[in-house]
T-cell receptor
Framework: GAVVSQHPSWVICKSGTSVKIECRSLDFQATTMFWYRQFPKQSLMLMATSNEGSKATYEQGVEKDKFLINHASLTLSTLTVTSAHPEDSSFYIC???????????FGPGTRLTVL | GDSVTQMEGPVTLSEEAFLTINCTYTATGYPSLFWYVQYPGEGLQLLLKATKADDKGSNKGFEATYRKETTSFHLEKGSVQVSDSAVYFCALPEQGAQKLVFGQGTRLTINP
């Protein structure tokens, strides 16, 4: 149980284009989902907390107009990297918490490369 | 605020060696404690958890005991395998928030 999927697993795009990453909780409902960014050999950096049906809460220093988050249902959250640039290249990981539980279950990650 | 401190890595061991990865925390109250594992190129997997003092979490031969007197949650395994090579993260839920506070991660390499 508690499986989270991400799609795509990797994406290569040209500078200036937008990329959408999907995060789904497959066997549970998640009122809260999280989006992280991870640089090589570093810990995870929380970008934003996404609550179903409301606006995401962004961490300090994360541009909300750059990283658009939509949590339209209890099983799906999307992260759109708008007008991507090479510095946005990174490993993006989502997670989800079943209602009433403190632990998070993570997706397999999406490797974004912006050329 | 709440924080988690893990032992510095990287850690390199031979197969069948005993493993300890130290984790200490600072928190208000007695939060649940977690160990996550990240294999190369993948997301994090919940390895084990403990929800209250003196609880022992265990999974895949790994164990960790919630010690409130020393505010610690050290990860141990009696005999490591090459397949245990990964990065290990200690974490706890931030007081009053939904997000997790992570340690910096400890990279473990097991040589055959």
């Amino acid at each position: 149980g508690a499986v989270v999927s991400q799609h795509p697993s990797w994406v290569i795009c040209k500078s200036g284009t937008s990329v959408k990453i999907e995060c789904r909780s497959l066997d549970f409902q998640a009122t809260t989902m999280f989006w992280y960014r991870q640089f090589p050999k570093q810990s995870l950096m929380l970008m934003a907390t996404s609550n179903e049906g409301s606006k995401a809460t962004y961490e300090q220093g994360v541009e909300k107009d750059k990283f658009l988050i939509n949590h339209a249902s209890l099983t799906l959250s999307t992260l759109t990297v708008t007008s991507a640039h090479p510095e946005d290249s990174s490993f993006y990981i989502c997670s989800a918490s079943p209602s009433g539980r403190a632990e998070q279950f993570f997706g397999p990650g999406t490797r974004l490369t912006v050329l | 605020g709440d924080s988690v401190t893990q032992m510095e890595g990287p850690v390199t061991l031979s197969e069948e060696a005993f493993l300890t990865i130290n984790c200490t925390y600072t928190a208000t109250g007695y939060p649940s404690l977690f160990w996550y594992v990240q294999y190369p190129g993948e997301g994090l997997q919940l390895l084990l958890k403990a929800t209250k003092a003196d609880d022992k979490g265990s999974n895949k031969g790994f164990e960790a005991t919630y010690r409130k007197e020393t505010t610690s949650f050290h990860l141990e395994k009696g005999s490591v395998q090459v397949s245990d090579s990964a990065v290990y993260f200690c974490a706890l839920p931030e007081q009053g928030a939904q997000k997790l506070v992570f340690g910096q991660g400890t990279r473990l390499t097991i040589n055959p």
